[in-house]
């Protein structure tokens, strides 16, 4: 999966722009990117939002313990890859269908997170257990929202590209030809919002994440740590 993020949508994070001035390499545009994605993955969809945001999608060569899904439900698109241990609860928490998967269980998450204040991200996302990365975004509003398990389970990366859009996808190799070293491994237990104060860890909310720059020889240019004391947020 593969989520590409004009300015207009997404601010680059300093930390990715600094990885990749420290070691320059070759970078692509965001369109080239997409382009790539779509030719390599077998049957592979794609949603565009005008000059905004671009998403693909494909189930090429995806692992059957981490299955992806895409949905799109009142404006806003979901894409998911893995499988969440309480989704039968969580349909329950959510007054959702017994045939509701697990993209579909993330919109309407999403949707009360985005509704009904002061609900705050830790709130919706400790409740999610299992493995899982996912990337949210809301066509009408240009809100987005990014996360993945805190066991890293599902690997989830972000990059930026020759022309400043903000990458997220699940292929290392694939954001490596497009955003050089200005890469990073997404952090675990964490959430970006474009709309809720940038990269956050949900289940330590008050820990302030650093990015550690990487050695040459190493694929990513940083790596992102979420420092403090680690206090588990309770799971239902």
């Known amino acids: 999966m593969l989520g590409v993020f004009s300015g207009e949508v997404v601010e680059a994070p300093e930390e990715l722009l600094a990885a990749g001035s420290r070691t320059p390499s070759p970078k692509t545009r965001a369109g080239e990117l997409v382009d790539r994605f779509i030719k390599k993955e077998h049957a592979a969809m794609s949603v565009r939002v005008g000059s905004r945001a671009q ?54 998450a999403y949707k009360t997170l985005r509704d009904r204040a002061p609900y705050t991200p830790s709130s919706m996302l400790a409740y999610l257990t299992g493995s899982f990365a996912f990337v949210v975004f809301d066509m009408a509003t240009s809100t987005l929202l990014v996360s993945c398990d805190p066991d ?18 699940d292929d290392l190799d694939l954001l490596k030809g497009s955003c050089g070293k200005s890469l990073a491994p997404f952090p675990q237990g ?15 909310p008050k820990n302030k994440i ?27």
């Open 55 to 108: 998403l693909a999608f494909s189930h090429s060569h995806q692992s059957p313990l981490r299955p992806r899904l895409f949905g799109v439900k009142d404006d806003i698109c979901c894409m998911f890859e893995g499988v969440l241990d309480n989704l039968g609860s969580l349909r329950q928490h959510y007054g959702l269908t017994k045939n509701t998967d697990e993209v579909l269980l993330v919109i309407e």
């Open 152 to 169: 890293g389970k599902v690997p989830l990366y972000w990059g930026i590209t020759a022309d400043g859009f903000v990458a997220f996808a």
């Open 190 to 204: 964490c959430f970006y919002s474009n709309s809720l104060g940038g990269l956050k860890c949900y289940e330590n």
């Open 210 to 236: 650093t990015a550690i720059p990487a050695n040459e020889e190493e694929i990513c240019g940083a790596t992102f740590q979420v420092e403090g004391p680690v206090v588990l947020a309770a799971r239902h």
